[in-house]
């Protein structure tokens, strides 16, 4: 696997990782009072990804497609009304 991308093959910067690393370090310290090093953070990131990330990413498709469909109804509308009476 190409470690620019996550599991789910979504491309990841090295600073992008770190930071999504930081905000669950973060988060454990401040809101359960828990310290998390960098192992536990990638742990705990891998899991959520490997739960959720399919999921997220189907429904960021589904709606890619609705704006797309939205966008070619538009798009044929205005070209039916190119036509002369």
Known sequence: MDKRYGR???PLTDEEKRQI?????????TE???????IGSEKI??????????????????????????????IEADFYSLYKD
């Open 32 to 38: 359960r009072d828990e310290k998390l090093g960098i």
């Open 8 to 10: 789910i093959g979504i």
């Open 45 to 74: 990131f891998d899991f959520f990804l490997d739960s959720l990330g399919s999921i997220i990413y189907n429904r960021a498709l589904d709606d890619a497609k609705r704006w797309y469909d939205l966008r070619m109804q538009d």
């Open 21 to 29: 690393l930081d905000e669950i370090i973060y988060y454990f310290e």
